[in-house]
Structure formats: C-alpha cells, structure tokens
C-alpha cells in the first residue's frame, strides 16, 4: 500500500510540440509541485538545449506552482534571454496568473492568461 505522500501526489504530464519552425512549447498538465520539480528541470533543460527562438510554456492545465519550479523558471528566461531567445507562458489559469502577479512575474516574464 503506498505511504500518504504518495497518495497525495497528483501525477504532472509533460507534452513538448514544435509549434512552428521558431516555437517550442512544452504543455503542463497537473500541479507543479517541489516532488515534481526536478522532472520539470528536465524538460526545461531540454527546451534551453533545442535551440529554437521561441520557447512557451503553456500553464493552461496548472492550477498552482510551488517555489521550486517557480524558480527554475526564472533560471531558464535568463539562460534564454542570454542567447536572444523568447520565452513567455500562456494559458495561466487566473488563480495562477494571479500567483504570477503577486511575485511580479508579469514585469520580467511575457504572460498572458
């Protein structure tokens, strides 16, 4: 029988899809929690290492982000921005738009709901 932890634990699906010859998006479905934040470092990584000039994150299935992840997104934007790339997220939920406002994501990061 798995522990409470692993009952709890809502499982986050990860879909990358070339977009259009310059956009990458990676689609997130489920919580990004601290438990899933070095699986979503992967992907990112992965975004960072593609080389295309546009890189989206599309939050339209998160309902909420934790600090671990909220942070590895702030590490990715200055990699990308580094190399003259694009980065911007879509599909914030308003709850999580909302999260993204009260850090002042939206002032250093292209947001839109």
């Known amino acids: 029988m798995p522990d409470q932890q ?6 986050v699906v990860f879909t990358r899809t070339e977009r259009s010859r310059d956009e990458v998006v990676l689609t997130v479905n489920g919580p990004l929690t601290d438990e899933t934040a070095d699986e979503f470092q992967r992907h990112l990584d992965g975004l960072l290492a593609s ?3 546009i890189v989206t994150l599309d939050f339209s299935k998160v309902k909420a ?3 671990k992840p909220t942070g ?3 590490f990715l934007m200055k990699r990308l921005q580094e190399k003259s790339r694009t980065f911007r997220i ?8 909302e999260q993204f406002r009260m850090i002042r994501f ?5 947001i839109q709901p």
């Open 65 to 67: 982000i934790a600090s």
């Open 72 to 74: 590895k997104i702030v």
């Open 90 to 97: 879509r599909g914030c939920d308003p709850g999580l738009y």
């Open 106 to 110: 939206d002032r250093i990061i292209d």
């Open 6 to 11: 692993e009952r709890s634990r809502e499982e």
């Open 51 to 53: 080389g295309w000039p």
